[in-house]
């Protein structure tokens, strides 16, 4: 818009037929009558007939997974915490982590703090 304006041009000759004040008038300019009741309609025994189902859902592309066959002497291995090297659970729920021994330390602020002293 702004490279027609700088030349002076006409913006109505760049402008998409449909999107136009004719197109409008023309699409809007014969009456659509309302059909009433469905109980009147008259619908004709092939097309009764005819079944109209959902469209078929299509998978998104994307790379396919690779699907490879594990064999029966394949063994899912101990899940083993790096840092304190104990079997059994990992880094989330480890009682040793510095988050936990954050946790313990303000619990412990604040048990400390909701002693009466006055008692």
Same mark, same amino acid.
């Given at each position: 818009?702004?490279?027609i304006r700088k030349r002076y041009l006409n913006w109505?000759?760049?402008?998409?037929?449909y999107n136009k004040i004719e197109a409008m008038i023309?699409?809007?300019e014969?009456?659509?009558h309302p059909l009433g009741s469905? @109980?009147?309609w008259t619908i004709p025994e092939g097309v009764f007939k005819i079944k109209v189902d959902a469209p078929m859902e299509k998978c998104t592309p994307r790379k396919? *997974? @690779?699907h490879r066959s594990k064999s029966t002497t394949d063994s899912k291995g101990k899940i083993r915490r790096g840092r304190c090297k104990k079997y059994g659970y990992n880094m989330k729920i480890c009682r @040793?982590?510095?988050?936990? *021994?954050?946790?313990n330390q303000l619990k412990?602020?604040?048990d400390f703090s909701m002693i009466d002293v006055d008692t």
């Open positions: 818009m702004a490279a109505i000759d760049y402008c998409f037929k023309a699409t809007y014969r009456s659509v469905e @109980n009147i396919p *997974k @690779n @040793n982590s510095p988050f936990w *021994k954050q946790k412990k602020l604040l």
